[in-house]
């Protein structure tokens, strides 16, 4: 996306400075309640759309231009998550959220043409890992819209009611909700270490074909989900056991020829990628708890891994 910042050669407006450098609290806002990149950045390109659409008169009358801002971004994604229920009903598959590498990592060339703007990459915390992601979807658009806003971005359940039109009283009680869920949904912690040392022993056991590492690496009441998003041959539903995880993991190794496993981060957390001839064609996310993987997110849909894509020319990463 690229909004035109003033006039050819001129200055930056300040105001328009000011109004700009919302944009990547605006991304983060977005991408967390909608869990998809791309819709993130269409609701910010509506939301600024809104305002520039505004008679400079309100404008100026506008006390807080962030929190306006904040506030019609929510209301966007607000419309978006209701309509998107509907949508993914017919989805073809299980969707999952759009998975996000590290700022470093991220690919700065896009389909298209387009450049990935550094205010467009989300910061990564405990609030995008997957799992987080994957319960945000299971709630209502209210409560998601209510938690992420109260319990993440700290906004008062005053300035929520105003954004979802409902009371304090009701935004209080759909965050609680929200939270009752994702507390019942949280594997034991573990460190970001012994993650990583359990993702890096699964990624050699599936390269030497280790059948049985491979399942002791697994809890025996493991789940496997993956989105092809019917562009991708893809198991369509959840794969449940270490045995059957295993068998359609070996299968899509000999199914896809020279695939190449490397260790990434994955929405800040340990993860492994899948590519075929430099291309990302799977991004792998896991859930460990204690020293077993509970659960593995594959994405394969293309359109949800393009800031993953690389080009023939990407220099080798030592440790990779």
């Known amino acids: 996306m690229t909004i035109q910042s ?8 300040p105001s328009l400075t000011a109004i700009m450098s919302e944009r990547r609290q605006l991304i983060n806002l977005a991408y967390r309640l909608l869990g998809s990149l791309a819709d993130a950045e269409d609701v910010v390109q509506e939301t600024y ?5 505004l008679p400079r008169q309100q404008q100026d009358v506008i006390a807080s231009p962030g929190a306006w801002l904040t506030r019609v971004a929510s209301r966007v994604c607000l419309n978006v998550l209701s309509s998107a229920r509907a949508r993914r009903e017919t989805y073809v598959g299980a969707w999952l959220p759009e998975p996000l590498p590290e700022p470093t990592e991220w690919i700065t060339g896009r389909s298209g043409g387009f450049t990935v703007d550094p205010a ?44 979802v039109g409902r009371t304090p009283a009701a935004c209080r009680q759909l965050a609680s909700s929200a939270r009752r869920r994702i507390r019942a949904s ?3 912690a573990t460190s970001t270490a012994q993650q990583a040392r359990i993702v890096r022993d699964f990624k050699q056991a599936w390269e030497a074909r280790d059948i049985d590492a491979l399942i002791g690496l697994l809890d025996p009441d493991a789940t496997a989900i993956a989105d092809g998003g019917g562009v991708v041959r893809t198991a369509l539903r959840p794969v449940e056991g270490a045995e059957q995880i295993v068998r359609s993991l070996v299968h899509l190794e000999d199914r896809l020829r020279d695939l190449t496993i490397l260790e990434r981060t994955v929405n800040g957390q340990p993860g492994l990628i899948a590519r075929q001839d430099g291309v990302t064609v799977s ?24 800031p993953w894509t690389v080009g023939p020319r990407e220099p080798a990463r030592a440790g990779g």
């Open 120 to 163: 467009d990459r989300v910061t990564l915390d405990e609030s995008v890992n997957m799992a987080f992601l994957v319960v945000l979807e299971s709630m209502t658009p209210a409560e998601r819209v209510a938690f992420v806003l109260h319990d993440v971005f700290r906004y008062s359940f005053a300035e929520v009611a105003e954004i």
């Open 6 to 13: 003033g006039p050819a050669g001129g200055q930056l407006d």
């Open 283 to 306: 991004v792998y996310a896991f859930e460990v708890a204690g020293d077993r993987i509970r659960r593995i997110w594959a994405v394969r849909n293309p359109d949800k891994l393009q």
């Open 186 to 188: 949280q594997a034991p």
């Open 49 to 53: 759309a809104r305002w520039y659409a």
